[in-house]
């Protein structure tokens, strides 16, 4: 709480000792939210359970971004952004909560966008959390939150948060896009299918990533655009509930192909939601090691605080290395590596685990 209220402070400009804040603020986000409660399937009632929701989303890169965009303007109350990167260049083509004084600082995306989010909305709460989502943190993570929005870019991240969805009957929202094609689910537990009754298993072999696809930003913003109305109907409720869409839905923003697939009911024999078999959840052989796209492998450590001022000293002869209050960045030729806090590491330069985990044994520490 302490980094969001000083987020804020930063950008907002000094309270007029008048008397008249409460007031003012109110007035101010009348004015501010006018257009949208103009809106018949919003309204006064609606901007007020918008103001009063807890959504999460997990994932902040090019969905995530957009998403976190549109529920902070729209006056979503707390916004909780829960991501493990840091922001690089090539995210600048498509993550729009992001600028080039990020990249070049490495800033964690949670911490960059809850800044950026201030700069043009001081009137919400922002809870970013620089973490990776896994089955012994979900709980704490997700604590409170009465809707989840997916910004992942991986089934493991997925699966896990349909396990925790379905297990405490909470609604989510899958989001995905990859080259010029988005894909969208509204999965609320007990009324709908959930992501386990369309997709048993990930598929494997074939997956397109936007490592090896790329991707149009149009394609992530319409898949956002369309999870963030879904989210406001699931949040303002009454009425507005009864015009969320039930189908699993994709569209080709290149070709113009577009389908549904129907996911109007549970399916009895689904592993989540019918057999209640939350094996994600339970994080049954789930490694401590694992690859994260573009060529790098993530050590999951997470109770090994380090004193970034020390380690710094510490690295200094084996390379260049440089840190801020967030990140400790050691470049390695030709690896680099970001240390987090907790003792959380992505190596760049290899995919190779071994290696990464004995350059993290050696640097930082076995
Ligand atoms: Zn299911």
Redesign the pocket.
């Known amino acids: 709480m302490a980094l969001v209220t000083s987020l804020a402070r930063e950008t907002q400009p000094e309270r007029q000792p008048d008397g008249n804040s409460q007031s003012s603020a109110e007035q101010s986000s009348a004015d501010r939210y006018s257009r949208q409660v103009l809106f018949r399937g919003i309204g006064a009632e609606g901007q007020r359970k918008l103001a009063a929701a807890r959504v999460a989303i997990v994932g902040c890169g090019a969905t995530g971004s957009a998403l976190a965009g549109l529920l902070a303007r729209a006056g979503v109350g707390t916004l909780r952004i829960i991501d493990r990167d840091y922001v690089e260049p090539s995210n600048l083509q498509r993550q729009s909560l992001f600028d080039e004084a990020d990249a070049a600082e490495s800033l964690p995306k949670a911490i960059a966008a809850a800044r950026k989010i201030a700069a043009f909305n001081s009137q919400i709460v922002i809870e970013p959390k620089v973490d990776d989502l896994v089955p012994a943190n979900i709980e704490a993570l997700l604590q409170g939150i009465e809707l989840i929005l997916d910004g992942t870019d991986n089934f493991e991240t997925r699966y896990l948060i349909?396990d925790y969805a379905?297990d405490r009957s909470r609604p989510w929202i899958y989001s995905a896009a990859v080259g010029s094609y988005g894909l969208t689910l509204n999965v609320v537990p007990a009324q709908t299918?959930?992501?386990?009754?369309?997709f048993p298993d990930s598929p494997r072999g074939m997956v397109e990533t936007c490592e090896t696809s790329g991707i149009l930003n149009s394609a992530v913003n319409l898949v956002a655009s369309i999870a963030a109305t879904e989210a406001l109907k699931l949040l303002v409720g009454g009425d507005a509930e009864t015009h969320m869409r039930r189908t699993l839905l994709s569209f080709d923003v290149w070709t113009n192909e577009h389908s549904e697939i129907s996911a109007a009911k549970?399916?009895p024999d689904?592993?989540?939601?019918?057999e209640r078999d939350f094996v994600h959840l339970a994080g049954e052989g789930r490694p401590h090691i694992t690859l994260c796209g573009r060529n790098s492998v993530q050590i999951h450590e997470r109770e090994r605080p380090i004193d970034f001022a020390e380690m710094e000293l510490r690295l200094q002869p084996h390379g260049v290395v440089r840190h801020n209050d967030f990140v400790l960045k050691f470049w390695h030729d030709p690896y680099e590596m970001t240390l987090f806090p907790d003792g959380r590491a992505i190596i760049k330069g290899t995919t190779d685990t071994a290696v990464a985990r004995s350059l993290y044994a050696r640097y930082v520490g076995s």
């Open positions: 349909n379905v299918a959930c992501l386990a009754c369309i549970p399916r689904c592993r989540a939601c019918g």
